[in-house]
């Protein structure tokens, strides 16, 4: 006979996991307790030695699904007057965890049980178990106890209770247990709020609405979304219309993979994406006979699918049948509506009808966005279902990395971890803003933790900048692209030396120009912008961002100066401008007005694109350089354009990568029309690029970070030509490659930093 405590740390709250550690002493006889600490778990096993020891292997080898221990100490105490095993009440004593557990789609035994008429959950839209639904949006505190989550206020009905007591039942102590009976209902009302349907009737209403072409928000797990019927052509152009949306694509709701696989060809690591527990959006190949949704996603050869991920999405597609649009419910670049009053308020005008429940959402956490590029899945938004799992980095406790300003997040060191905050969005209004900051304060809350220092984006006007110049903590900053590396670093938990190739649309530069198209050498004592591309100017600064037809008009100048022939000045993106329009950008060029200079190989996306004519003006971040991306699939070839590299004329100068030679030859191809194959060796080209100068600086690991690199093609190009080449590649994938992942990098840059580099 023995009796040992033993401490567990880990993913061990929200699993199922004291069940199954009560489930565990029951067959192998031990008597004792377990109960949940702030930090994780401490169990009280007695009993014989031998069944003993098949408990504890059974402990860690037979885990619940989503469990995982990271740590376990136990030690031999007196024996104890045990008579049974219970699970005791949650110990609060110690320091909060940083393993909490992502909210969790609803599992098939559920789905099961919602459509089973002889089930007590028959059509009951909050379903779910020790397996599934909603943890870290509705949780207030740790442990993760009921009385802890926003469902402390529906105390359980007698058959529930029951459920929640009985060992054998897979409800077994699940905190997010309740029924029609004793749990949030759903309720339907009208655009003024008025309720016109409760329970099953709401879901009714809601489809005859969905069916009529109405608008309708519903409240899902992170916050309310707006359906709209898919092929509803007219629905869908006023979806845009009031979301101030007028090109950028939309997701869509389907019932199952046999609705999926309809519209897209699915992978199996695509399907692997769709089914997880995280359900996140997957972008997928649109078939080419797949038509009737230009609208949702135009000139796109990318559909972005999900399936559903909670009960009510569940009761809701198998009554329509036919893909919806969900996207986010709210005004354009605020934060997602969470609560009733929101919705009424930010949503008016834009919804005709509000499908409820009075469940409350503690957490705006968005939709998460997959993409497989070369056979991995890439988190491109990583929100419900990834958020707050933490990395495991021995960083100092006590920093908090601010991010950037678009595609915001946060990144603070917790007990050997680091936690990151789940997609922000874009820090340009006083909305978005205050939900950082609100974000922010929860994080420190939630974890009973107080930053003791700040590290941001070195870029003066970003809002992140402002909230830290405002904070009487040491701080200290970090060029942007060196985020973006440090970033991957992280990520794979790599050390220097590498090569680290970041590429994206803009950031700060040490010189104050906007970079873009970078290489680093990252040694163990040093950073050096080891090459770049030749700068150019962007007629009307941070304007040309949003206009490709600029940037091509700059490289234009820049080749020709202002006096041009016939054939430049009949070009697509010469043609997008007036005369008036032109002679001023020739003036602003030749005078050097706001023309300040970019390295950006995102702007040299943009201008390519629109060479081609396949983008003047993004009506949305990014799109130019998608409509490139997509031309590559109507030609193959392996062939790329002539360049040329400048040396260095200092031993600190960079390389400079000469975008000339490109351009011109991509105007000598324009001649022969075929516009896909030109952004095909336009792609091989860049490449090449990145291969030619990965030997000369001789360093065999590369690193790949920026927006850039959510672009499939280049990715798996860059990585096939260099892996063939021996070198060691990494590239983002749990971590986004854009600017949400430039916290993570920013907080390893400081322990780089601190480290005596």
């Not at 790599?494 to 290489?519: C, K, M, N, Q």
Request: with cysteine; aromatic share 8%.
């Amino acid at each position: 006979m023995q009796h040992l405590q033993i401490q567990l740390q880990g993913l061990l709250q929200g699993v199922g996991f004291r069940p199954f550690v009560y489930r565990l002493a029951q067959q192998y006889q031990q008597h004792g307790w377990v109960a949940n600490t702030s930090a994780g778990i401490i169990l009280h096993i007695q009993g014989e030695q031998p069944l003993q020891a098949r408990f504890l292997s059974d402990l860690q080898q037979c885990l619940p699904p989503f469990a995982s221990i990271h740590n376990l100490s136990s030690r031999l105490l007196p024996l104890a007057n045990f008579t049974q095993f219970s699970i005791q009440a949650s110990q609060q004593k110690s320091q909060a965890s940083a393993l909490v557990l992502a909210d969790i789609a609803t599992c098939p035994n559920c789905v099961s049980e919602l459509f089973d008429p002889n089930s007590r959950y028959y059509q009951y839209p909050l379903i779910s178990c020790c397996h599934c639904g909603p943890r870290y949006s509705i949780m207030l505190a740790q442990p993760y106890d009921r009385k802890h989550t926003s469902m402390a206020e529906y105390p359980l009905c007698p058959t529930c209770l029951q459920a929640y007591q009985d060992p054998q039942n897979r409800r077994f102590h699940a905190q997010t247990l309740a029924c029609v009976d004793c749990g949030p209902t759903l309720s339907f009302l009208d655009a003024q709020g008025q309720p016109l349907a409760h329970k099953a009737a709401a879901i009714s209403h809601c489809i005859q609405q969905l069916q009529a072409g109405k608008i309708i928000a519903v409240k899902a797990i992170g916050g309310y979304q707006l359906l709209v019927d898919a092929n509803n052509q007219q629905a869908v152009q006023r979806l845009r219309q009031k979301k101030h949306r007028p090109a950028k694509p939309f997701a869509l709701l389907a019932k199952d993979m046999a609705m999926v696989k309809s519209l897209c060809a699915v992978n199996p690591q695509e399907q692997h994406s769709l089914q997880s527990a995280m359900a996140p959006i997957v972008l997928l190949k649109k078939h080419s006979e797949t038509t009737q949704y230009k609208a949702v996603a135009p000139n796109n050869d990318l559909l972005g699918m999900m399936l559903p991920s909670s009960g009510v999405q569940h009761l809701i597609m198998r009554a329509f049948q036919q893909p919806l649009i969900a996207t986010s419910a709210n005004r354009s670049g605020e934060p997602i509506c969470t609560t009733e009053k929101q919705a009424l308020s930010h949503l008016h005008g834009i919804a005709d009808g509000y499908l409820i429940h009075k469940r409350a959402i503690i957490r705006t956490l968005d939709d998460s966005i997959v993409r497989i590029i070369a056979d991995k899945p890439r988190l491109f938004r990583r929100a419900r279902g990834y958020v707050p799992t933490p990395l495991k980095l021995p960083i100092k406790q006590g920093t908090l990395a601010l991010g950037g300003h678009l595609k915001s997040t946060w990144a603070y060191s917790y007990a050997g971890y680091v936690l990151l905050s789940q997609y922000l969005g874009d820090l340009n209004n006083s909305a978005a803003q205050e939900n950082y900051r609100q974000t922010l304060a929860d994080m420190q809350n939630f974890y009973q933790s107080k930053a003791q220092r700040l590290i941001h984006d070195s870029h003066p006007d970003y809002y992140s900048s402002h909230y830290a110049t405002q904070s009487p903590l040491s701080k200290t900053t970090l060029q942007h692209h060196t985020a973006h590396a440090f970033s991957c670093m992280a990520e794979h938990h790599i050390s220097p030396p590498v090569l680290a190739v970041v590429w994206d649309g803009t950031g700060l530069g040490t010189d104050h120009s906007s970079w873009g198209g970078e290489f680093f050498l990252i040694k163990k004592d040093s950073i050096q912008r080891y090459a770049h591309f030749k700068p150019f100017p962007l007629l009307g600064g941070d304007k040309a961002n949003q206009e490709p037809r600029r940037v091509a008009l700059a490289l234009l100048l820049q080749l020709f100066g202002t006096r041009w022939k016939k054939e430049v000045t009949e070009l697509a993106c010469v043609q997008a401008f007036t005369v008036n329009e032109l002679k001023l950008f020739k003036a602003a060029f030749k005078h050097q007005l706001n023309t300040p200079l970019s390295s950006s190989a995102g702007r040299l996306f943009d201008a390519v694109a629109s060479v081609l004519d396949l983008c003047q003006i993004n009506l949305y971040e990014g799109q130019a350089a998608q409509a490139l991306e997509s031309a590559t699939h109507l030609a193959e070839t392996d062939a790329y354009y002539a360049y040329q590299l400048n040396a260095a004329e200092t031993l600190e100068a960079a390389i400079q990568i000469d975008w000339q030679p490109l351009v011109i030859q991509i105007l000598n191809d324009l001649k022969a029309g075929n516009h896909a194959l030109i952004a095909t060796k336009f792609h091989n080209t860049l490449a090449d690029i990145i291969l030619q100068l990965a030997k000369q600086a001789d360093e065999p690991r590369i690193i790949l970070s920026g927006g850039c690199f959510q672009n499939a093609y280049l990715t798996e190009k860059t990585q096939q030509l260099l892996s063939n080449a021996g070198f060691q590649v990494n590239s983002h994938e749990q971590i986004p490659s854009n600017d949400a992942g430039l916290a993570l990098g920013q907080l390893y840059f400081s322990q780089w930093q601190a480290s005596g580099n």
